[in-house]
């Protein structure tokens, strides 16, 4: 064998285990394809659950359903198009959708509907009121204090 040809099976040796690396750390295409769906429903849940908090500070109760507080797109899976489950207690509510991937990951994992299984999950959450319905009540992020 020449110095060529071994210099290329080296190159190519190299390159297929850089390959193999970057899918084995990173996943699949398909794979990142349902992790950034995945995120696209957790940022969809989390537009919902602040206008359903919204909906109780200004109105004192939350909605009969989502299409009173959201457009229909808004609403819907961006994937599949079916509807997120929405019920309601009070001012207690649960928010579920269907997740392609686990989401208990990464810097984003603490925000809210980031962490999840695979799968039909639910989020039950509350609207708690701190104010008169109609008056909005402005807190610190993260302290639970009042802004005066």
Same mark, same amino acid.
């Given at each position: 064998m020449?110095?060529r040809?071994?210099?290329?099976?080296a190159?190519s040796?190299?390159?297929?285990?850089a390959?193999a690396?970057?899918?084995?750390?990173?996943?699949?295409?398909?794979?990142?394809?349902?992790?950034?769906q995945d995120?696209?429903r957790?940022? &969809?849940l989390m537009g919902? !659950? *602040?206008r359903?908090e919204a909906q109780? +500070?200004r109105?004192?109760k939350?909605p009969?359903?989502? /299409?009173e507080?959201?457009v229909?797109s808004e609403?819907l899976?961006?994937v599949?198009?079916?509807?997120?489950?929405?019920t309601?207690?009070?001012?207690?509510?649960? &928010?579920?959708?269907?997740? !392609? *991937?686990?989401?208990?990951?990464?810097p +984003?994992?603490?925000?809210?509907f980031?962490?999840h299984? /695979?799968?039909?999950v639910?989020?039950?959450?509350s609207?708690n009121?701190t104010?008169?319905?109609?008056?909005?009540?402005?807190f610190?992020?993260?302290?639970?204090?009042a802004?005066?």
């Open positions: 020449t110095g040809g071994a210099l290329a099976i190159v040796v190299v390159m297929l285990a390959v690396a970057g899918l084995w750390i990173n996943g699949t295409p398909g794979y990142q394809r349902m992790r950034a995120e696209r957790a940022g &969809l919902l !659950a *602040t359903l109780v +500070a109105y004192g939350l009969e359903s989502l /299409a507080i959201a229909e609403r899976d961006p599949t198009k079916a509807p997120f489950d929405y309601h207690k009070g001012t207690d509510y649960r &928010l579920c959708a269907v997740f !392609a *991937t686990s989401g208990d990951v990464g +984003a994992a603490e925000l809210p980031r962490q299984a /695979a799968g039909h639910c989020f039950d959450r609207a009121v104010a008169e319905p109609g008056v909005a009540k402005a610190y992020l993260g302290t639970g204090r802004v005066p």
